[in-house]
């Protein structure tokens, strides 16, 4: 089946422990991309990927890293988690030339 | 940088037609995405306009004008599944790649 996957769906950490979300595809899609959703502010940008080793800064990328070392995976790196960064985290993917992403199913973070 | 208008909410009767506005505001215009999202579910991708005029994909409709930088989607005899919330969505060609930036969402109510 042909989807995107974040792994974990659910996690509750403390501030300044580093944490991986991970997000693999499996359609070859070249963009991929982390967005945060937040009441009241809709999805917002974190990073995007346009293909491997070429990554780019969304408009929230500040506490985020990424890094695009195959073109399944994108990873989401916290280095050191604070609460403001307690939110609904998506991962999304799309090939080339076409303009539909596909988005993982979430993962909730809360950071305390 | 580019921004996106939407209401924030919409109730409307099953089985009558609701039209849900956004206007945006872009350096560089690339195309208009609509997206659907159920309660506790990931963004599903529903129509994209690049050129002006109508586009139809069953019981959704989606409209742009880029001379007027406003697009619709329109959504015909609703059904109670059809309750979730929406979000355009805008590309922006002369940032020299292709995120893709959010409107807040309008949230949709089907009623009895």
């Known amino acids: 089946e042909a989807q995107v996957t974040q792994n974990p769906r659910y996690l509750i950490t403390v501030t300044g422990k580093k944490l991986t979300v991970t997000c693999s595809q499996n359609?070859?899609?070249?963009?991929m991309s982390w967005y945060r959703q937040d009441p009241g502010l809709g999805l917002r940008q974190i990073y995007y990927?346009?293909?491997?080793?070429?990554?780019d800064k969304g408009d929230v990328p500040e506490g985020y890293k990424v890094s695009r070392k195959e073109k399944r995976n994108f990873p989401l790196i916290l280095e050191s988690p604070s609460p403001n960064q307690t939110s609904l985290y998506f991962c999304?993917?799309?090939?080339?030339?076409?303009?539909?992403?596909?988005f993982g199913s979430g993962t909730r973070l809360t950071v305390v | 940088g580019q921004s996106l208008e939407q209401p924030s909410e919409v109730t409307a009767v099953e089985g009558a037609i609701v039209q849900i506005n956004c206007t945006y505001q872009?350096?560089?215009?690339?195309?208009l995405s609509w997206y659907q999202q159920h309660d506790g579910g990931a963004p599903t991708f529903l129509s994209y306009?690049?050129?002006?005029g109508l586009e139809e994909t069953g019981r959704f409709s989606s409209f742009l004008s880029r001379s007027d930088s406003y697009g619709y989607l329109l959504l015909q005899e609703l059904q109670m599944k059809d309750s979730a919330s929406y979000f355009c969505a805008v590309r922006d060609r002369n940032s020299g790649n292709t995120p893709l930036v959010f409107g807040k969402g309008t949230r949709l109510s089907v009623i009895a």
């Open positions: 999304a993917s799309r090939p080339q030339g076409a303009p539909g992403y596909t």
């Open positions: 359609m070859n899609h070249e963009y």
């Open positions: 306009n690049a050129l002006d």
């Open positions: 872009t350096s560089g215009f690339y195309g």
């Open positions: 990927s346009m293909n491997v080793e070429v990554t």
